[in-house]
């Protein structure tokens, strides 16, 4: 049973930086895919990154390319999301993600994945 479990969200001013952290357990990351979305109330859940385990491809959306980071931890269980220049419309939950089957490719797509954390709320005030 692959259990995924999100921190590191929470209040920020516009401008302000958080580092969210994503922790599987009952399985690695490796070789996995590993994606970070975000939902905000009445929208769709909204892709923001994702890595491949195997060799690190990394994809992010334009929205937030530039200042969002995404990463590896050493010990293969979690991944982490480091947010810079945070907006207010930013105000959302964030989730990581992972699929079943190893990737070669970031999926951009919610249906490509999973497994799911239970989220962390960012709220960005202005």
């Known amino acids: 049973q692959v259990q995924l479990v999100e921190s590191g969200g929470g209040l920020v001013q516009a401008g302000g930086s958080l580092r969210l952290s994503c922790v599987a357990s009952?399985?690695?990351?490796?070789?996995?895919?590993v994606g970070w979305f975000r939902q905000a109330p009445g929208k769709e859940r909204e892709f923001l990154a994702g890595i491949t385990w195997s060799d690190a491809r990394i994809v992010y959306a334009d929205s937030v390319k530039g200042r969002f980071t995404i990463s590896r931890g050493s010990a293969k269980i979690t991944v982490y999301l480091q947010m810079n220049s945070l907006k207010p419309e930013e105000t959302a939950v964030y989730y990581c993600a992972t699929d079943r089957t190893p990737s070669r490719s970031v999926g951009t797509g919610k249906e490509m994945y999973d497994y799911w954390g239970q989220g962390t709320q960012v709220t960005v005030s202005s």
């Open positions: 009952g399985r690695t990351f490796r070789p996995y895919g």
